[in-house]
């Protein structure tokens, strides 16, 4: 899940993950740029059809959609790593915009189970969106025996 996204060409990517993995791809608005972008269809290549993508106007739309169990909300403040995580099916990974990250009122919504973070070096602020959403993913994939994966 993408909270707010704001660069086309990484949401692009995130469609090509969630089409080679068979994860869904939930997006809340606002987004920085239309689903017509062309950075968007570029960086997707042909896999718009394969993914499953959804827009929520916001997050609470998300939540009673998706009615999720656990939570994970990245942020380079948190202390726990993604890989300390037994992942589970139905699990959210949740990821702040580019600029900024989550915002302090998403952090602390109560649907948030922790906040993890992926290793970097000190004095690193974060990753690209698209590579940490593929850091992550794939450790709860691999965790699963990349359950459905050729």
Known sequence: MYYQPCIPPNTGNA?????????????????????????????????????????????????????????????????????????????VLLFGPEPTGLPDEVLSDPLITDQIRIPMLPDRRSMNLANATSVALYEAWRQHGFNGAV
Not at 36 to 59: C, F, I, S, W
Not at 84 to 91: I, K, M, N, P, S
């Open 15 to 91: 469609i090509r993950i969630a089409a080679n993995t068979g994860c869904e791809l939930h997006l809340i608005e606002p987004l920085g740029f239309t689903m017509t972008d062309t950075q968007v269809k570029r960086a997707g290549l042909d896999y718009h059809e394969m993914a499953n993508v959804t827009v929520h106007p916001d997050l609470s739309t998300a939540w009673e959609r998706l009615q999720p169990e656990r939570v994970f909300a990245f942020s380079s403040h948190a202390t726990r790593f993604h890989t300390d995580v037994e992942y589970r099916a139905g699990d």
